[in-house]
Structure formats: structure tokens, C-alpha cells
């Protein structure tokens, strides 16, 4: 059902996810600096060097005529208090910038440290990324969980799993008990898509009460608790841990039609962070798909 290249591709992309983003955060890291270091040295030679003039003659006086040019050209420099005036302002500047620059390279290689290495006391990394399926206010930290099926666990990537749209009637509605070629059951009553328009299997439900060290690729690696029918987040909020690239939604057919062969795959792949196309006939729910780097031990 799922070609062979999609599978490796998607492997290599999400499986070991964790190595992919940290070479993104680890670029993005040694950008910052090198743009910081040419900035500051840029500043280091304009600092050394007076502002540009230009030499002429002015039409009443046969004197020669000195006219600044550049960025303070307008200041009056004829004084010793104007140039250390314009010397501080010169520096505030080029500090000012420097510090925005010098700080977000640290933001990165501080989110790059969590993201790879950051191990809280109680939690054991995983060997393989698992993925989990929640729904939540996304600008909340904690919230309820009102239903057995707002939060579940896919301990393996479904993805290279799936089944495309064009091949659902091949590969799934044609075969004994709707097995899928990787060994899933799929229900058509239930059933689940993701965002290059592969048919996957449903999560798990419910997730379990514990910890999880979770993720969603960008600046923020922290523990999500599940206790009590209620979730919550030591940092950020529950839209700083969602992977946008990944996207799902759960299908359930209300009326006439509502299956896969509705589904139209022009709509795929579907933009990082946007709803997941409407199917119809069919009630939709989107949900987050969180990174799981870790879970308690």
C-alpha cells in the first residue's frame, strides 16, 4: 500500500525525529553566530575608520567645503563634545545588536541542549520517537481530559504504515476483515488520517497516567503530566510542544458517504499547522500530534 520511498523517507524524518530537528536547531545555531560574529567585526571596522567625506567647493566662498556623509551626516562634529557624543550613540547601536544576536544563538543552542540531552530525574529516554494524539486548548499549559479518546499514544509512527486515499478500496476494503497490509484493523466507523493523505491506524486510548518528556520540534522539550483525567505542562503551552508538520484527524461518517472514497487526495499534503481537510459525510476532529522523547520509568 505505502510506497517504499515514502516509508524510508518517513523513517528517516520522523522515527528518529529527534536527530532531524537537532540538525535544524544546530544550523540555525551556527547561522546566528556566524551573522553575530560578521556583524560585530563589520562594526569593529566602521568604528575604526571617520565618517566618509566629500570635498568641494562652494559657490560663495573659495574655501574648501567638507561635507560628512553616512549614517550621522547630519551631526555637527566640529566640536570634541559632539564626537564622543556620536561615538556613544554609535556603540549603543552596535551593542544593542549585537546582544539580540548573541542572545538568540543562545536560545538555540539552549533549545538544541533539551531537545537531545535534557533528562529530567524519573524519565528514560526512548530508543524511537513515539507520538501522541491530544486534544486541548492550544494556548493552555493544563487543561481537563473530557473523554477516554482526547489523548492517545501511537507507540510506533503510523505513517509508513498508513495506506494511501487511491489505494484504500485495494488495500484495505478488499481484504479479509479490513486488514491493512501492515497488520492494523481499520474501522470505518473510526478511522484516521494524516497530512500526506495516508489512512492510519488510531492511537491507543487512553493515554496513560504518567510523565512524558515531549516536544514539538522547535524551542520547547518539557514534561507533560497526565493525572487524574487532567493534563499539564511544566513549560510553554500546548501549542509550543505541537509538531505543526504533522497534522490528523479522526473521520466519522454521519450521514451518506463519509468514507475514505469521499476523500478527495488533491487536498493532500496539508500545510504545517492548517486543519486537516473535511471529508463528506463524515464528522471531523483534528488533533496535536506531540513528540514523546521520553516517558517515566
Not at 497490509?181 to 489512512?199: C, K, M, Q, R, V
Not at 508538520?245 to 487526495?265: E, F, I, L, M, T
Amino acid at each position: 500500500g505505502t510506497h517504499p520511498l515514502y516509508k524510508l523517507n518517513r523513517e528517516k524524518e520522523i522515527d528518529v525525529g529527534h536527530i532531524m530537528w537537532s540538525k535544524k536547531l544546530k544550523v540555525s545555531c551556527y547561522a546566528l553566530l556566524l551573522i553575530s560574529d560578521i556583524v560585530v567585526n563589520s562594526f569593529i571596522i566602521h568604528h575604526r575608520h571617520q565618517v566618509g567625506i566629500t570635498i568641494g567647493r562652494s559657490n560663495s566662498h573659495h574655501d574648501t567645503v567638507v561635507e560628512k556623509t553616512g549614517l550621522f551626516a547630519n551631526n555637527n562634529d566640529d566640536g570634541n563634545d559632539n564626537k564622543q557624543r556620536d561615538a556613544a550613540r554609535r556603540e549603543f547601536v552596535y551593542n544593542g545588536i549585537g546582544a539580540v544576536l548573541l542572545g538568540a544563538s543562545g536560545l538555540s543552542t539552549y533549545s538544541l541542549y533539551k531537545y537531545n540531552f535534557y533528562t529530567p530525574p524519573g524519565i528514560q529516554r526512548l530508543p524511537r520517537t513515539q507520538f501522541i494524539a491530544a486534544l486541548g486548548d492550544p494556548k493552555a499549559s493544563e487543561g481537563p481530559i473530557v473523554s477516554k479518546d482526547s489523548w492517545g499514544l501511537w507507540n510506533v509512527d503510523p505513517g509508513p504504515r498508513g495506506v494511501f486515499l487511491r489505494d484504500y478500496e485495494k488495500d484495505i476494503l478488499q481484504k479479509d476483515k479490513m486488514i491493512a497490509p501492515a497488520g492494523w484493523t481499520f474501522d470505518p466507523n473510526n478511522w484516521w488520517l494524516e497530512e500526506h493523505g495516508l489512512i492510519m491506524e488510531s492511537p491507543d486510548f487512553p493515554l496513560q497516567d504518567g510523565k512524558y518528556l515531549v516536544t514539538g520540534g522547535r524551542t520547547v522539550t518539557t514534561i507533560l503530566t497526565i493525572l487524574d483525567n487532567k493534563w499539564k505542562l511544566d513549560e510553554g503551552t500546548l501549542y509550543d510542544i505541537t509538531h505543526l508538520p504533522c497534522r490528523s484527524a479522526k473521520y466519522q461518517p454521519n450521514g451518506d458517504g463519509g468514507s475514505p472514497v469521499s476523500a478527495n487526495p488533491k487536498d493532500f499534503p496539508v500545510t504545517p499547522g492548517a486543519v486537516m481537510p473535511s471529508v463528506p459525510g463524515a464528522k471531523q476532529q483534528d488533533y496535536a500530534v506531540l513528540f514523546v522523547l521520553g516517558k517515566t520509568v
